[in-house]
């Protein structure tokens, strides 16, 4: 497995393993403590997984958390996603940057995002699975969503949203959260 510096966003990592494949199949590590250790992540402040189901075009996001916000590791362990981070850690030296990737199940690529930063994806298969592990215990009070379609954020959503929950659908834009968390 090698980690990468993701260099739009301060703090984030691409895990990528190294797939071992015969006639039945494949085979890959998609989580390997010594590595995360050595980008300097703990990999014991792991404290919760979860796993998401989307259809084609469902959209998810954008979604962080307030207070001391949450470091999470994000997988499509099947299908394919589009998956966007927004770095919104004001003392980061890459404040409001974006960046895009392709997650996908056959590339089991892990991508490790910060926390501060806003987070979400679009699934671009007909099934897409996404897996979250997660540094702090879920706390519904601090979610904070910003409109996955805010033109400031400008994201270049690959697919019409076909499916957007109604937290996402009413989400404030990124201004309105930004001015929220200065009061």
């Not at 993701?6 to 797939?19: C, H, N, R, S």
């Not at 959209?59 to 307030?66: A, K």
């Not at 499916?163 to 009061?183: F, H, T």
Request: glycine share 6%; with cysteine; charged share 25%.
């Amino acid at each position: 497995m090698k980690a990468t510096e993701v260099p739009e966003i301060d703090g984030a990592y691409l895990f990528e393993p190294t797939p071992y494949g015969d006639e039945r199949g494949f085979f890959c590590r998609t989580f390997d403590a010594d590595v995360v250790r050595s980008v300097g992540i703990d990999p014991n402040a792991f404290v919760q997984d979860s796993l998401s189901r989307s259809a084609r075009g469902v959209l998810r996001g954008m979604h962080l958390r307030s207070g001391d916000g949450e470091a999470k590791l994000v997988r499509c362990s099947y299908g394919k996603v589009f998956d966007v981070v927004v770095d919104l850690r004001k003392d980061s030296p890459t404040y409001r940057n974006r960046a895009f990737f392709e997650l996908s199940g056959e590339t089991q690529l892990t991508l490790y995002i910060p926390a501060g930063c806003a987070h979400g994806f679009q699934a671009l298969t007909d099934t897409a699975d996404t897996s979250y592990r997660i540094d702090r215990p879920h706390d519904p009070a601090e979610d904070v969503t910003i409109a996955f379609d805010d033109p400031e954020l400008a994201i270049p959503w690959p697919l019409p949203a076909a499916s957007v929950s109604q937290r996402d659908r009413e989400a404030p834009s990124l201004a309105e959260v930004l001015k929220q968390q200065e009061s």
